[in-house]
C-alpha cells in the first residue's frame, strides 16, 4: 500500500484546506513561495478554489485529488495550488471572471489553468475522472493542457492575455455612470416580476436560489403604495420557500438552495449569510403583513443559528454547515425513508407525519430512492379531516413527531460545522438579530447580536491597521493567519454598527461605525471615479496573479454587493451627522451604475435598497422616556418597516448632546421643553424635527406612507 505524508496544507489554517493536506497531490497555499516555484520550473499553475461546505469540491478531491494516478500526473506537470473562497473571496471573485470568460460557467469547486505568474487561460468548475455529464475527464484535460503549455507555448499566453482583458472589463462600469433615479428601481422591480414564478414563487425555474435583497425591494415597494401583486409576489415566495425542503422543517434555517422550482430537494449546505438575510426577510414580511407565520418562520431561523452557528461562550457566528457526512450521501443526515420514520413515532404519529411531510415508500432522493426530503405537503386542517381526528389533536401529535425526529436525527452522524468566524458574514447575521430581536421582542437574540459585535470589534479591529476579514478559525489548533478586509468586511460592519447604535443608543457604536466607514473611505474609494474598490490598493508587497485588476462589486452574488452597503453606511451616517462629504461620496458610489444597473435586474437589488435610500428623506423617531408609554411609543414606531427610517430610544435627562449623534444633537435642543413626567416621541426628517408626539396612535398616523 502507498503511503505519502502531508503536503505544505498542513500549515493552513482554513478548513478546508486543510482537509486536504493528505492528499498525494502535493498542494501549496496562495502565495509568493508556489509563484516562485512555477516560475522556477516553468509549469503551469493548477488553481483549486473551493469550500469546506461545498459538496462536489469533495466528490472532486475523492475522485480525483485523492487519485495517486492523477496526483502524479499533477505533481509532474504541475504546481497545484488550493484556495478557501471563504478565506480568499479576491481571489474567487477575480478567477471566477476568467473562468466564466473561458468557459461561460463559473462555481465551486472552480478548476483554473495559470501561467506561471497566475495569468488565467484555461478553466471549469467540476472535471470528473472519466469522460461523463458531458464534461472531459479530468485526466485528459491535465494532459492536454500540459501538452499545449509545452509545445503551444504563445498560443497558451495570447489566450491569457484575452482572458486577463475580460477580467479587467468585468467590473469597469465606463459607460455605466447616470443620475440616481426611481426609473432604475422601476425597472429592477419589472425585472422581478418578469421572472416570478406565480405557481411556487420565486424568480426563475430552477435552480432556483434566494434573493434577499430583491425581496426586501419589494417589501418596501409594496409598503409604499400598497400594489397588491407586489404582495403576492413576496408572499408567495416566502410562504413556498418556508414550506419546502429547502427548508429544514426539523432544525429550522434554509439550505443554499434548490434543485428543483418547487422548492422541495435542496443542495443541502447552510450558510451563514444565507440565514442571515432570509431572518431579515421574514421579519420584514411579517412587518408589512402582520402574518404570525412569517414571525415564526423569523424565530425558528434564530433557534436553528442559536443551536448550529452561534459560539455560545465568546460571541460570534460559525460560517456554514456541511450537506454530507461522507461522499456517499447526498444530505442523507436531513432526509427521511419511511422505516426510519415509523421506527421513532408512534403509529398516529406516522401517520400525521407522513402525511404532513409526504413522507413514502418512495422518495426524492435519485441516489436513495427510499430517501424522503421533508416538505408540507399537507395543511394539519387537511390531515386532521382525513384521519377523523381534532385539529388540536393533528397538531399535539405533529409537535411531537417533530420532537422525535429531531432527537433522532441528532444522533446520526452530523454534518461538520464551520466554525471560523468572518467579519463579514458576521455583521450580516449581527444586523439580523438585532433588528428581529428588536421587531419580535426577543432579548436574548439583541443579547447575542451585540456581544458578537463587541467581539469582532475587539478581535478584528485596530485603528491604525483597520479590520481583518477572518476574526477566529474553526480549527483552535491552527496558527491564525491575519487576512485583510475587503470591502464586504467594512461596509457590513459599518451597517451594523449603527443597527446596534440604535438598539441600544450606546454613542460607542456609532463611533465605531464612523471610524470603521472612514477607514473604508480611506482604503477603498476611488476618488477619480467614484465607487469602492474590493480590496485596498497594496503597498509595496509583491501582488500575485491577477490580484491587481481593480474591481467594484455592484451585483449581489451571493451576498448583498459591496458598493450598495458602503453607499447605505454612508447615507445613515450623514442622516446623523449632517455632514456633506457622506453623502456626496454615496451619490458618487450610486452614479457609477446608475445608468446601466437595471440591466443586472433581481442581481442589482442591493443598488435598488440603496438607491431608495437616496431618494428618500431619512427619518429618524426618537423616543424619550422610560415608562409604559414610551415603551408604547417605541413599539409604535417600530413596527412599520421602511427604508431610511430608524428608531431611537432614550431616558429624556440623557437626550443631551454628548450622547447623541451631531445632527440629532443640533435639532433635539431646538424642540419644546418635554416634561420627564410624560414620555414622547421626536420624528425627525431631514435635520428638521417636529413637536413632540404623545399618543401612540397619532403617531401610526405620521409614519404612514404618504398617500
Known sequence: MTTHTSNALSRAASSYLRSAMQQPVQWNEWGEEAFALAQRENKPILLDIGAVWCH???????????????AQIINERFVAIKVDRDERPDIDSRYQVAVQ?????????????????????????????????GRPSFRRVLLAISDAYNNKNSDVLEQAGLVGNAIAQSESHENGRGPISTDM?????????KMFDSNFGGFGSSPKFFHPSMIDVLIDRYVDTGGQKLRDVFVSTLEHMARGGVYDQLAGGFHRYSVDERWIVPHFEKMAYDNSDLLKNYVHAYQATRSEFFASVARDIIRWMDEWLSDREHGGFYASQDADISMDDDGDYFTWTLEETQAVLSEDEA?????HYDINDVGEMHHNPAKNVLYIRASLEEISKRLNKSLEGATALLNSAKQKMYSARLKRPTPYVDKTVYTSWNALCISAYLEAGTVLDLDSARHFGLRSLDRVLAEAWKPERGLLHVVAYSDPQAQHREVPAVLDDYAFLANACLDAYEVTADLSYFNFARRIAEKMIEQFYDSAGGG??????????????????????????????????????????HAYTDEAEYREKAQRTLEVLAGTGAQYGIFAATYGVAATHFLRPHTQVVVLGNDELAKRLYRTAIQPFAFGRTVLTLAPEAAVAQNLPPALAASIPRLPVVSSKRSAAVLCSNFTCQPPIFEPETLARELQPEA
Open 185 to 193: 428601481v422601476d425597472r429592477i422591480i419589472e425585472a422581478a416580476l
Open 56 to 70: 462536489w469540491c469533495h466528490v472532486m478531491d475523492r475522485e480525483s485529488y485523492d487519485d495517486p494516478e492523477i
Open 351 to 355: 401517520a400525521v407525519a407522513s402525511l
Open 101 to 133: 470568460a473561458v468557459s461561460g460557467q463559473g462555481g465551486w469547486p472552480l478548476t483554473a489553468f495559470l501561467t506561471p505568474d497566475g495569468k488565467p487561460f484555461y478553466g471549469g468548475t467540476y472535471f470528473p475522472p472519466g469522460d461523463h455529464y
Open 532 to 573: 469602492f474598490f474590493d480590496t485596498a490598493a497594496p503597498f509595496g508587497e509583491k501582488v500575485l496573479g491577477v490580484l491587481n485588476t481593480r474591481r467594484k462589486p455592484f451585483q449581489d452574488s451571493p451576498t448583498p454587493a459591496g458598493n450598495p452597503v458602503a453607499a447605505i453606511a454612508l447615507l445613515r451616517l
